[in-house]
């Protein structure tokens, strides 16, 4: 017997077989329901408020997430209540996972276009009895003059080639790389397309590049369709753990967001898939494994190693990606299990490895990649920061999205001053936010150096958990109450203790002092909202010289299209991933003693 | 409303939705009846007989082929009869293509095994936090103490590797060509087998090979199902023209005919088609292109220009071929339009290019291919010769088949005697048969030098058609009347003119005298059953020296199981590509002279 789940205030409706989770409803029609933990219970994240419809009572993980007066408001975890018959729904604005502020910009850099894809214009005279050659002998035979004699073409490509010098009265326009034939068109204005994409955990940052100029004509952003099995990677690679066919399932989501975000943008400027004829996919080495195919289980598991670190440049059509018939997929190095090819864009895009100057890059995530230029030497590490400054495990955190609140200073009387993306009322704290809160708490005295709040103070109290707290913003009309408590705080330095470890680490390998440093750059969305003075002050930068940090965006998007449309770029990456050795963080020496350090407020 | 059909002696049932005749309802079961012509009402062979059902008055055609006496016996032209209604059918034994007396046995050349696919066992120590090397960077290093350093590897076999390096305790079994790892398995004891097949327009002739000892372990020969859409080579490239998806499924039922005799062979040897490691498939360049999977509507209209002509070696699985995950097709060279790659094998066999004796090489069908070696240098010439060795335009023609005579002797008398395959009721007259009439025909004076029957002798008559006949078997009980008539004269001195012809010019070309000739080598099931006096005495071949004809059975497929096993072999079927000189003997000087004169009994 089939009954129907009506998700308001979308107006979505879903017609049920058999009992499931609202969680699992939600996502099959679609809605990105926030679920951090992946529905296992833990995160307390995925609100929905029971309209109509018979529930069975709030479970215990409900009751110890969720406040007397949430449940008696009918607030439930999507995750742990079960539909059995019709009901109607309500999704928080909490709950949804938003558009968020995705940046698609990168620090621009100069590059002159030399696409590894490329085209070229054939004319032939066609056979005769007194010409017998064979159809592809005849093209090999034009192209020597081009000095192209020796490029090789699939079995599909020699057919099409037949079929298309009959078409278009043995004129033809070969699309080519270094190697191999492409895809044969007739001989008509083509203009070669290239799609470059950072496939982040969280967004998929895609742009439409000309090869001939080398432009970019569209870029967008879009959520990774993968956040519904799991915000963060771990979860995403625990369901591969639990059931190998979620891998291949992770695989169709993300191809399938590229797919739709390409076609959105193909769309926006005129063209169609088929034009574009190239393809460089960057990402963290579980992105990249799964848009990929390869296994990812051992990237689960210690010692985490990749399938494999070398660049690969498979068929567009072997891993789903719409293009061109016979375009490849350029996939960059990965340097290893937690230092992806959007690492190597990134330092890439900034210019690492053509300079001598002493340069730190850091791109913080739920796993922050660190990378130190020092001595004709570029060294990486990962380290397990958490998804803190994303807002995750923060009791009001989310990612930068409107209704986040991006900075906070504290006034003389204690009292918070809160700046808010779009304007509107507050619905929670994102990673810049709480960086400024806790070195704004620092700064008036509010947390001691082990990052204690005082309870002494007057705008400290004691929330209904025991939990010693600061109210951010007071509830009100259209505004739900914001507080910070101990256990926000110690997330926070917990995750700026863990990023600390790394860059000491990296400075005492490379026998560097930190006012040594000529440049800092910091890459993603966190890095341009973050105060780079307060990134200091709680201790998460070490004390460098003054204004040498930059934040660059989205560099790895940067990074993608430059290997996208350059071969000269594409040589520069393999050296620069031949160059960049990887530093194992939990093997150094005395890793405790530096994380122990690194967490004092 | 759906009605059925029934056809016996098999006893096959046919559910149909629709009206259709039942040549289409036979080819629809599977069963292979008889059309030379592909349904067009020409050939006036698929005779079926109605038991039960209601059906249309019979054609004009079917007036025009068959005689009132089998029409009152209710017996049609399957191509011509439309089944619209439950109906039971009974088809003679004439209809039916019956198992072949097909060779798979070729001139046995020996050759030391050398494949192109072997196999390399790895062992590697697993990774630890103090060892992260990548999965396939750990294979490549290990590869490198084989010298196999440069060996690629696809996606899914990178994959595979990193699966199977879990599975099996860091110990593998790596098989590969000379420049890809094809397939990862667990370290145990594999054979690997190769599979050959000459693919012609009839028969498929299929071989396993074992590739490590270059033994043969199993051959199969299977009628092509391509037949089903004509028996000859224009009939079929006829229904592409009509409708280019009948490529696709020209391709298929090839294709799925070598998978079946392949499986079958399996099952024999106790493996399955997962241990064939490689292919090589050899045939007519039509032949070739379908099985590829490459245009053909070229090869079927003046100038006839293959796609290609160079050596292709793609995936198996890319034109459908079961075999190991990763295994590649060895599609060797075709000459040109109508001299393909059955050809080549067929002169790699002989040994052609590899000595300096003067040699010619003939391959009798549809198209006889012909070589002559002479002075360091091949030619070939494909020359349309008709299929009337094959036993087709003749009245009461068959192929080598039970129930064919295959040699006649004529006595004083005028009276014939016949040798019948399978010592049986003959039922039809094969190439060979009708060689050693014309023959003796000659030799007693019963046709004259322009072919003609002796009207005037006391054993020739005139039929019911007003021809010119020989009664070669009388009718009896279980025998039909088997007769030979001015018309099927005419059809095979049309024949070999059309060879002789090609014989001629190459001799002319080569600027030789056919008594200079060592040796000639004649290929397929023809030139086995041939009387090479019989076919010197019609002037099939030239005035050459005693016992130099040696028939090599099917040449072809040896030549294809050398090429299977061995990179020396496929390097020298290379060059000896490279050193035949195709002919046109359309365009040659005097070409009508050569075929005039070659057509004189």
């Given at each position: 017997?089939?009954?129907?789940?009506?998700?308001?205030?979308?107006?979505?409706?879903?017609?049920?077989?058999?009992?499931?989770?609202?969680?699992?409803?939600?996502?099959?029609?679609?809605?990105?329901l926030r679920s951090e933990c992946g529905?296992k219970g833990t995160c307390g994240k995925c609100h929905?408020?029971?309209?109509?419809?018979?529930?069975?009572?709030?479970?215990?993980?409900?009751?110890k997430h969720l406040t007397?007066?949430q449940?008696?408001?009918?607030?439930?975890l999507?995750?742990?209540?079960?539909?059995?018959?019709?009901?109607?729904?309500?999704?928080p604005p909490e709950s949804l996972i938003q558009?968020q502020v995705?940046?698609?910009?990168?620090?621009?850099?100069?590059?002159?276009?030399?696409?590894?894809?490329?085209?070229?214009?054939?004319?032939?005279?066609?056979?005769?009895?007194?010409?017998?050659?064979?159809?592809?002998?005849?093209?090999?035979?034009?192209?020597?003059?081009?000095?192209?004699?020796?490029?090789?073409?699939?079995?599909?490509?020699?057919?099409?080639?037949?079929?298309?010098?009959?078409?278009?009265?043995?004129?033809?326009?070969?699309?080519?790389?270094?190697?191999?034939?492409?895809?044969?068109?007739?001989?008509?204005?083509?203009?070669?397309?290239?799609?470059?994409?950072?496939?982040?955990s969280t967004?998929?940052?895609?742009?439409?590049?000309?090869?001939?100029?080398?432009?970019?004509?569209?870029?967008?952003?879009?959520?990774?369709?993968?956040i519904?099995?799991g915000e963060d990677i771990m979860s995403?690679?625990?369901?591969?753990?639990?059931?190998?066919?979620?891998?291949?399932?992770?695989?169709?989501?993300?191809?399938?967001?590229?797919?739709?975000?390409?076609?959105?943008?193909?769309?926006?400027?005129?063209?169609?898939?088929?034009?574009?004829?190239?393809?460089?996919?960057?990402?963290?080495?579980?992105?990249?494994?799964?848009?990929?195919?390869?296994?990812?289980?051992?990237?689960?598991?210690?010692?985490?190693?990749?399938?494999?670190?070398?660049?690969?440049?498979?068929?567009?059509?072997?891993?789903?990606?719409?293009?061109?018939?016979?375009?490849?997929?350029?996939?960059?190095?990965?340097?290893?299990?937690?230092?992806?090819?959007?690492?190597?864009?990134?330092?890439?895009?900034?210019?690492?490895?053509?300079?001598?100057?002493?340069?730190?890059?850091?791109?913080i995530g739920t796993n922050t990649?660190?990378?130190?230029?020092?001595?004709?030497?570029?060294?990486?590490?990962?380290?397990a920061s958490g998804p803190a400054f994303e807002g995750a495990h923060i009791r009001f955190g989310m990612r930068a999205a409107p209704g986040a609140i991006e900075h906070i200073?504290i006034?003389?009387?204690?009292?918070a001053?809160c700046q808010v993306i779009?304007?509107?009322?507050a619905v929670g704290i994102c990673g810049s936010g709480i960086l400024d809160a806790v070195a704004e708490f620092r700064?008036?005295?509010l947390i001691?150096?082990?990052g204690r709040l005082?309870?002494?103070?007057?705008?400290i109290f004691?929330d209904s958990d025991g939990q010693l707290s600061y109210q951010l913003i007071?509830a009100?009309?259209?505004?739900r109450e914001i507080n910070i408590d101990q256990k926000d705080i110690d997330q926070i330095l917990l995750a700026k203790g863990a990023i600390?470890?790394?860059?000491?680490?990296?400075?005492?390998?490379?026998?560097?002092?930190?006012?040594?440093?000529?440049?800092?750059?910091?890459?993603g969305a966190f890095g341009?909202y973050m105060n780079?003075?307060h990134a200091?002050?709680i201790g998460l930068?070490?004390?460098?010289?003054?204004?040498?940090?930059?934040?660059?965006?989205?560099?790895?998007?940067?990074?993608?299209?430059?290997?996208?449309?350059?071969?000269?770029?594409?040589?520069?990456?393999?050296?620069?991933?031949?160059?960049?050795?990887?530093?194992?963080?939990?093997?150094?020496?005395?890793?405790?003693?530096?994380?122990?350090?690194?967490i004092?407020a």
């Amino acid at each position: 017997m089939s009954f129907t789940l009506e998700f308001e205030p979308l107006g979505i409706r879903l017609v049920c077989d058999q009992p499931l989770t609202l969680l699992e409803a939600a996502h099959q029609t679609g809605i990105q329901l926030r679920s951090e933990c992946g529905g296992k219970g833990t995160c307390g994240k995925c609100h929905i408020q029971l309209l109509e419809g018979t529930f069975d009572s709030p479970t215990p993980i409900e009751q110890k997430h969720l406040t007397p007066a949430q449940l008696s408001s009918r607030l439930r975890l999507a995750c742990r209540t079960i539909a059995r018959s019709d009901a109607k729904l309500n999704i928080p604005p909490e709950s949804l996972i938003q558009e968020q502020v995705l940046q698609t910009e990168g620090a621009a850099h100069e590059f002159a276009p030399d696409p590894a894809v490329q085209q070229v214009f054939v004319k032939l005279s066609p056979p005769s009895l007194a010409d017998l050659q064979a159809d592809w002998q005849r093209v090999q035979s034009a192209l020597q003059t081009h000095n192209l004699g020796n490029l090789k073409a699939s079995l599909p490509v020699i057919c099409s080639i037949r079929n298309e010098l009959r078409r278009s009265q043995w004129k033809i326009n070969l699309i080519h790389n270094d190697k191999e034939i492409l895809h044969a068109l007739p001989q008509t204005n083509f203009i070669p397309v290239g799609l470059a994409v950072d496939v982040g955990s969280t967004k998929l940052a895609c742009y439409l590049v000309d090869l001939t100029s080398g432009k970019t004509i569209a870029a967008l952003g879009v959520i990774n369709p993968q956040i519904s099995f799991g915000e963060d990677i771990m979860s995403r690679l625990g369901a591969v753990l639990e059931d190998e066919k979620n891998a291949h399932e992770l695989q169709n989501a993300v191809i399938s967001g590229i797919n739709c975000a390409c076609q959105d943008m193909c769309t926006s400027v005129n063209i169609t898939p088929n034009s574009i004829v190239d393809v460089c996919l960057v990402g963290n080495t579980a992105m990249h494994h799964l848009f990929l195919g390869l296994p990812v289980q051992p990237l689960a598991q210690s010692p985490f190693v990749p399938a494999l670190t070398s660049a690969l440049y498979p068929r567009a059509q072997a891993i789903g990606i719409q293009a061109m018939p016979g375009a490849r997929v350029y996939a960059p190095p990965v340097i290893a299990g937690f230092v992806g090819s959007d690492h190597l864009a990134f330092l890439l895009a900034s210019g690492f490895g053509t300079d001598s100057r002493t340069r730190l890059g850091i791109d913080i995530g739920t796993n922050t990649e660190i990378a130190l230029q020092s001595n004709n030497r570029i060294v990486s590490v990962s380290t397990a920061s958490g998804p803190a400054f994303e807002g995750a495990h923060i009791r009001f955190g989310m990612r930068a999205a409107p209704g986040a609140i991006e900075h906070i200073t504290i006034a003389k009387d204690g009292r918070a001053v809160c700046q808010v993306i779009g304007n509107q009322p507050a619905v929670g704290i994102c990673g810049s936010g709480i960086l400024d809160a806790v070195a704004e708490f620092r700064l008036t005295g509010l947390i001691n150096e082990r990052g204690r709040l005082d309870k002494n103070s007057p705008v400290i109290f004691k929330d209904s958990d025991g939990q010693l707290s600061y109210q951010l913003i007071q509830a009100g009309e259209n505004q739900r109450e914001i507080n910070i408590d101990q256990k926000d705080i110690d997330q926070i330095l917990l995750a700026k203790g863990a990023i600390r470890a790394g860059i000491d680490i990296l400075l005492d390998d490379l026998k560097i002092k930190a006012e040594e440093i000529d440049e800092v750059v910091i890459a993603g969305a966190f890095g341009s909202y973050m105060n780079p003075d307060h990134a200091m002050r709680i201790g998460l930068l070490p004390p460098i010289k003054k204004d040498c940090v930059h934040a660059v965006g989205n560099a790895a998007g940067m990074g993608a299209r430059m290997m996208l449309a350059s071969m000269e770029m594409r040589a520069r990456a393999l050296e620069l991933a031949h160059k960049i050795e990887y530093l194992e963080l939990t093997v150094y020496p005395d890793f405790p003693l530096f994380f122990a350090k690194g967490i004092r407020a």
